[in-house]
């Protein structure tokens, strides 16, 4: 598993989705980030400092809830692209005389080991190398601190599945990862204690044109057997119609079903494996270090 890629995640699609998608956030992401956000009540641990990865994608309005949560922690942002990231998040911004005592936010690369907590909104699900990602995750954690993420389960758009099938049309997206294989990459990254949750939540429209428009905005198709090239407007009126008679219920409205997978780990202290070969980052062995100090004294 440790040099498994996703085998229906074409790399440069997912690749050209992270420069191309739209610099706002979804409605369904900030929705996820609020119900993620409440599951905060639950952990004790006051972070001193906290990391968002990608807000502008992954909700700004989700950011500024957990930054209310943790007004005094210094903020890192993850962002591939700093300027529109910058800009993006004045649109959270309290006014200047509520920001005192407020600390700034530091954009850009993540350092290692400087946050107690890795908040990662709606995100996983597209990364064409997830067991990378998470590894970028927890060597920006510092020991002791969380991690906190969610993304789509297998079970999103399965209604949308079912309408390609019966066309004979190639799948209308990737396949989505389980929450349990979620969880032996977390372990197999390092964290500890994986604890992963699950819920459904369908949307509803009133017409196949805001449904697509929509799904437009949460990504895009990286199935290497995905339509290789452009469809014309028969294809679209010919996809509008199937909308209406798959998906619509006896309101008229279209539903579609996202599964929503909420994740949370620990980053424990790092231990020493002697076996092969190991790598260890220079702040896991200053940890490592530290405690063998204490631990003779």
């Keep these: 598993m440790a040099t498994d890629r996703p085998p229906t995640i074409d790399p440069v699609a997912a690749a050209r989705w992270e420069q191309a998608a739209p610099p706002r956030s979804p409605w369904l992401h900030e929705e996820v980030g609020r119900r993620m956000e409440d599951r905060l009540q639950w952990i004790r641990l006051q972070p001193a400092a906290w990391a968002d990865w990608e807000p502008v994608r992954g909700g700004l309005k989700a950011h500024a809830l957990v930054e209310r949560r943790y007004p005094h922690a210094a903020r890192l942002v993850a962002a591939t692209d700093v300027g529109r ?4 998040m004045k649109s959270v911004a309290r006014p200047w005389w509520r920001r ?10 993540l350092p290692d080991g400087q946050a107690q907590m ?5 995100a996983l699900h597209l990364g064409a190398d997830p067991q990378a990602l998470i590894a970028q995750w927890h ?11 969610s993304c789509l389960g297998p079970d999103s758009l399965r209604e949308l599945r079912k309408v390609y099938l019966a066309l004979g049309w190639p799948p ?5 990862t389980d929450m349990h294989d979620w969880g032996d990459m977390l372990v197999h990254a390092g964290f500890a204690e994986p604890v992963m949750d699950m819920e459904r939540i369908t949307l509803t429209w009133d017409s196949p044109v805001k449904l697509l428009a929509e799904l437009s905005e949460l990504g ?19 996809l509008e119609t199937a909308l209406v008679s798959g998906l619509g219920g006896l309101d008229g ?7 929503v997978i909420y994740g949370h780990a620990m980053k424990p202290a790092p231990r020493v494996r002697v076996s092969g070969e190991s790598a260890v980052s220079l702040q896991d062995m200053r940890t490592l270090l530290q405690a063998e100090r204490n631990t003779r004294t």
């Design 220 to 238: 895009s198709n990286f199935h290497p057997a995905r339509f290789a090239a452009l469809r014309g407007r028969r294809w679209r009126s010919e």
């Design 118 to 122: 890795l908040w990662a909104n709606m």
């Design 139 to 149: 060597r920006a954690l510092a020991v002791d601190g969380f991690l906190m993420f």
């Design 100 to 109: 005192v005592g407020e600390s700034s936010a530091r954009i850009g690369a």
């Design 172 to 176: 209308p997206a990737h396949e989505f």
């Design 85 to 88: 990231t910058r800009e993006a």
């Design 253 to 259: 409205r279209l539903a579609l079903t996202f599964e």
